[in-house]
């Protein structure tokens, strides 16, 4: 799909567009640390809608020090009292050291990419045990944030709940 393609179709979806009442705010409290993964729908994984949560995206769902500052932002001024933290299963973050994923761009694309930080796991459960933590124990937000840890499944659709913070 090129650009031209792409502006076509936000014709179309501009034609029936019904979010214009919704605010910036977090209708259900939540937000949602989710991977860039295109087969992960957060609003839909969690029975909701647009309007209803905060969803931050990256590789891997890590808690980073943007998400940080984003959850931040989003507990103090746009209604967020919940997170949910959400990996997911056949993630490529999480099927490779940060050596061979760094080799991997160096091979397909030439460029030496070892002056930035991936952020790969080997193990999905403690990483998330303890970006969970991270965000527990950030300064900046309050510590009655509640945060839940759980792995998305892709093959099912399911969520497996791993940690849970009040």
């Known amino acids: 799909m090129n650009f031209d393609e792409i502006l076509a179709a936000n014709e179309e979806f501009a034609k029936t567009f019904k979010s214009s009442d919704l605010t910036g705010r977090a209708a259900q409290g939540l937000a949602i640390v989710t991977c860039m993964d295109s087969r992960i729908d957060p609003l839909r994984v969690v029975g909701m809608k647009p309007g209803d949560a905060k969803i931050l995206r990256n590789a891997g769902a890590r808690v980073t020090e943007d998400v940080l500052r984003t959850l931040v932002l989003a507990v ?3 209604n967020v ?3 949910l933290v959400m990996p997911h299963t056949d ?3 999480a099927s490779g050291t940060e050596d061979q994923v ?3 761009i160096k091979k397909a694309s030439g460029i ?3 002056s930035i930080e991936i952020r790969t796991v080997t193990d999905q459960k403690a990483a998330l045990e303890v970006d969970v933590l991270r965000i527990k124990s950030f300064p900046f937000l309050p510590s009655e944030l509640e945060v839940m840890g759980a792995i998305y ?3 099912n659709g399911k969520l497996e ?3 849970s913070r009040p």
């Open 76 to 78: 103090h001024l746009l």
């Open 81 to 83: 009292s919940k997170v």
């Open 91 to 93: 993630c490529r973050m």
């Open 102 to 104: 760094h080799e991997a």
């Open 112 to 114: 030496d990419t070892r």
């Open 153 to 155: 499944d892709v093959r």
């Open 161 to 163: 709940k791993l940690f």
